[in-house]
């Protein structure tokens, strides 16, 4: 009963509380992915290795998983993640790099990383590189009051 209990809360998190008695196939590809997730979390691994995992999942999803990820992470999980979603990475990575044939060619800090990348960096990041280099997420423009 417990462990049903613990499903059910990484359901209500992963907002898929409604597809509990679902067939997995029924789900959509983004939902399928979390799923899978949820079941990973449920051995409760020291080490995450994620591939693309926002793949499929709206805006609204990638939020609640990059807040997710950030409350592991500060429960002492580590978090390996590989994607081509540079706003989630700039958004939720402590540090990011770039892998090219295998190897390991750039790593830095998150924010130092986007801001000093020409081509690999958001698209705020290209749009505003000329006025303002540390403006990278829609949080970073300020409005002026």
Known sequence: LENAEVIDQWLIRFHLEAYRHHHPYDLSGG??????????????????????????IDASMKQTLGEILTDLKKQGLTILCVSHDLEFCAAFGDRCGLLFDGKI?????????????????TSLGRMFRKLDRRILLAKDVEEDE
Do not use: C, H
């Open 31 to 56: 939902q399928q992915q979390l799923l899978a997730l949820i079941k990973l979390l449920l051995l409760k691994p020291q080490l995450l290795l994620l591939d693309e995992p926002t793949n499929g």
């Open 105 to 121: 060619e750039a790593a830095e800090e998150t924010r130092e990383f986007f801001k000093n990348n020409l081509f690999y960096t």
